[in-house]
């Protein structure tokens, strides 16, 4: 029993030993196997490497010349002739012309309206009578003057000189020639009544508004109608005050020429002497002409300041507001509309547009193939483009490309260049 015993504790011994001597042999190769991939890995090496290159940009010419500014502003559309129509005389409307209503359009003298005339007529008629009756008088003085002159023969050196005018029926003779000078006075103002019943038009003009109708009473000084003239507009622009040493007004003040754009050379030449246009003015609506543009010139400046803008006013004319001749888009009274007024030219000036004048008035210069930033005057800065005196020379080449990296000297090259980018091959090693 005791044997049996022995003999399984010795077994398990033996198999204790057995798993132990198997868990070291794994740890051992475990071991093993970590040193030989530790000793076979190859050395990493540190590679620094520098990569040279130049930005590629976009660039243009610097060039100097004369350049004339272009002031846009917004105008307000004005008549520049504008009445309120009224009658001369008092009636009764009998009769109205179909182009009285508003949007119509006139003609200078055409009728527009007619006034009851009968008063007038009978007031005429009673006036030729008087003047009858008056010329009348006057012949039945003139003969009885022949006969005093007659009995005056026969008297002669017995009367004095104011019996004589007496007796001659001088003072009589001059009542009638009064009561005949008044009469024909009456007749020229009931005719003269007579005309005014008869209401034209004073221009060619387009009707706004109309305030009666036939059957309507009306007296000297109401308002009948309302009319502007369609030979010309003005558009009223505000300016800088600092601009208006750009803008060119005419050398006379009262001159006016009404005739289109292509004319107003031959108008200025029939004038026998130099004339100085105001600046050239190219208006736009977007919103009502599309790509349509209409023309004016500078007429006269304003002398007032806008109390609340501040800014100086121009007066631009524009023949032929409505395009009756032309067929240009018509102007719309009261609207506000893009005036660009075509300055004086600024003399020997870069010319760029105004984002690659960059903070402070600086460019950027592509010089020897490098980034040089200069600094710049600039004359005068428009809705598109800055006017730049100094800094900038003829020939140049200016860098129009936005750079995220900004300083002098940095690489550039241009877009169009077809060599390859330098590219450094130097490579700094190290561990």
């Known amino acids: 029993m005791t044997s049996t ?7 398990s011994l033996l198999r204790t030993a057995g798993n132990l001597v198997a868990c070291v042999a794994i740890l051992g190769a475990a071991v093993a196997a970590i040193y030989w991939i530790n000793s076979t890995e190859p050395i990493a090496e540190q590679v620094n490497a520098t990569r040279k290159s130049s930005a590629l940009v976009e660039t243009i010419i610097a060039k100097r010349d004369d350049y004339a500014p272009r002031l846009v502003v917004l105008g307000t559309v004005q008549p520049a002739q504008e009445i309120v129509l009224s009658p001369r005389v008092s009636g009764t409307v009998i009769e109205l012309s179909p182009n009285l209503v508003p949007g119509g359009m006139v003609k200078e003298g055409d009728l527009l309206l007619r006034i009851d005339p009968a008063d007038f007529q009978n007031a005429l008629a009673i006036s ?13 003085e003139l003969a009885r003057q022949s006969l005093a002159e007659k009995e005056l023969e026969l008297l002669e050196g017995t ?8 007796v001659l029926r001088e003072p009589q003779i001059a009542s009638i ?4 000078s008044a009469a024909k006075a009456a007749i020229e103002r009931a005719n003269l009544d007579l005309q005014r019943a008869n209401v034209i038009a004073p221009f060619d003009a387009q009707i706004l508004s109309r305030s009666i109708n036939i059957g309507s009473q009306v007296g000297a000084g109401d308002e009948l109608a309302q009319l502007v003239g369609v030979q010309e507009y003005w558009v009223t622009a505000a300016v800088p005050v600092r601009s208006l040493r750009w803008v060119q007004f005419p050398n006379s003040s009262d001159m006016t020429l009404t005739g289109g754009p292509d004319s107003e050379a031959s108008e200025a030449e029939s004038l026998g002497s130099p004339v100085r246009l105001g600046s050239l003015v190219k208006l736009r609506d977007p919103d009502s002409w599309q790509s349509e543009v209409r023309q004016g010139r500078v007429s006269r400046m304003i002398g007032r300041l806008d109390n609340q803008t501040r800014l100086a006013r121009v007066l631009v004319t524009i023949p032929d507001p409505l395009g009756l001749k032309s067929g240009a888009p018509p102007l719309i009274l009261n609207s ?28 950027w210069i592509m010089k020897d193939n490098q980034l040089e930033i200069r600094q710049t005057e600039v004359v005068f800065r428009d809705a598109e483009f800055a006017y730049i005196s100094e ?31 330098d590219e450094a091959n130097d490579v700094e090693s190290g561990e």
């Open 5 to 11: 015993n022995d003999s399984n504790v010795s077994r």
């Open 128 to 140: 030729q009578s008087e003047l009858q009756k008056a010329e009348a008088s006057l012949e039945i």
């Open 159 to 166: 009367i004095n000189e104011i019996n004589r005018a007496l």
């Open 177 to 180: 020639r009064a009561e005949i």
């Open 336 to 363: 506000l509309i893009e005036t660009a007024i075509e300055g004086k030219p600024i003399n020997n000036v870069v010319r760029l547009d105004r984002g690659l004048v960059r903070d402070q008035d600086r460019v």
């Open 391 to 421: 800094g900038i020379e003829d020939g140049d080449e200016l860098v129009v490309t936005t750079l995220a990296t900004v300083a002098d000297g940095i690489g550039l090259r241009r877009v169009d260049d077809d060599s390859p980018a």
